[in-house]
């Protein structure tokens, strides 16, 4: 009875060695291997690691990888343009601005200073976004009821998380894309004083000061690179500034 069982055990065991093997890799190392797939735009992959970093590690702080989906479900919108893809770019930067928030939320106090910085960053992006999308429905939706407070308030949002940013970091520089750094966002809060100019009518003086700070203060561009005047005085000129660099910021790849 022995020598019949024998070959029947050694089957049964070498079949049992021959099974798929699952090797899970640390926390950190989940987060860079995201991060690669990030910025090879390979988004779905960048997810799922993102995900195992979160559900197959023992973290006491995941705000990384919260943080991580955050801007993998804002640059998956931002490839979605056009009209017909509206509903599903709106659920991905719902998607993105939660995972931002819950980063933001969890473990506030051991979060490191860069996460905290790049959930701002984010943040100022998709107040913005929130903003452009409300002044498009302002001016072209007559069925869907936008007022001009909400529009400011999403302005204001932004605004105070770029603030927020460049207090802590005024050189700041999003290590996973170099078009985003501390000029892109000042450029972009030059746009948002503009926008309130024309939305908070009381105030225009005001952002009018603030709108050509930032335009000086970005480090890359100046005015008087692309412009025959030296100094910004007025409106149109502001405009015109901002028309030129936007040029630069836009074709960043």
């Known amino acids: 009875m022995m020598k019949k069982l024998l070959p029947i055990l050694f089957l049964f065991f070498s079949c049992e060695s021959l099974g798929e093997q699952t090797e899970y890799l640390d926390y950190d190392s989940y987060i860079e291997e995201a991060w690669s797939a990030f ?4 988004y779905e992959t ?3 690691l993102f995900n195992l970093a979160i559900n197959q590690t023992n973290s006491d702080d995941l705000s990384d990888a ?3 989906l955050g801007w993998v479900y804002l640059y998956k919108s931002n490839n979605l343009p056009g009209i017909i893809n509206d509903l599903e770019r709106e659920t991905l930067r719902e998607n993105s601005f939660n995972y931002f928030k819950y980063a933001e939320d969890i473990y506030s ?3 490191s200073s860069s996460t905290k910085n790049d959930i701002r960053a984010g943040l100022t992006f998709l107040y913005n976004y929130y903003a452009e999308y409300q002044m498009f429905l302002y001016f072209n939706d007559n069925n869907i009821n936008i007022n ?4 400011v308030t999403s302005i204001n949002e932004s605004l105070n998380e770029s603030q927020l940013l460049i207090q802590n970091d005024n050189f700041y520089n999003f290590l996973h894309d170099d078009c985003i750094d501390i000029d892109n966002i000042r450029f972009l809060r030059s746009k948002m004083y503009l926008n309130l100019m ?11 000061d603030l709108l050509v700070n930032e335009l000086n203060a970005i480090n890359k561009f100046s005015c008087t690179d692309f412009t025959e005047f030296d100094n910004i005085i007025n409106l149109g000129q502001a405009i015109e500034c901002i028309g030129h660099i936007s040029e630069f910021f836009n074709s960043c790849d």
Do not use: V
Request: a negative charge; aromatic letters at 14%.
């Open 39 to 42: 910025e090879l735009s390979d």
């Open 46 to 48: 960048s997810i799922n």
């Open 66 to 68: 919260y943080s991580g």
């Open 109 to 111: 106090d051991p979060i």
């Open 148 to 151: 001009k407070g909400d529009i």
């Open 198 to 208: 024309n939305f908070d009518n009381i105030n225009s003086d005001n952002y009018f």
